[in-house]
C-alpha cells in the first residue's frame, strides 16, 4: 500500500520537482518542492497513472497564482 504521505522519492513528485524547477527558475516567489509535495498529497485520491500529471500541472498553477500575487 502506498504511503498516505508524499516524499521527495514519489516519482510523480521527483518529476514534477524537475521540471518546474527548470521553468520557475527566478521567476516564482515560492520554493517549488513544498508546492509539489502539497499537490500530491491534496492528489491522494486520484488515479495512480493520473498523478505525474495532476501534480504537476496543479503545482504550476499554484506556483503562477503565488507570482502573480506576489506582483501585486
Not at 520554493?31 to 498529497?41: D, L, S, Y
Amino acid at each position: 500500500m502506498p504511503s498516505a504521505t508524499p516524499t521527495v522519492t514519489d516519482e510523480s513528485v521527483v518529476s514534477a520537482i524537475e521540471r518546474l524547477t527548470t521553468e520557475f527558475a527566478g521567476r516564482s516567489p515560492a520554493p517549488i518542492e513544498p508546492v509539489v509535495t502539497a499537490c500530491r498529497r491534496d492528489l491522494a485520491g486520484a488515479p495512480p497513472g493520473a498523478l505525474p500529471e495532476l501534480v504537476e500541472r496543479l503545482a504550476r498553477q499554484r506556483l503562477l497564482e503565488r507570482r502573480d500575487a506576489s506582483r501585486r
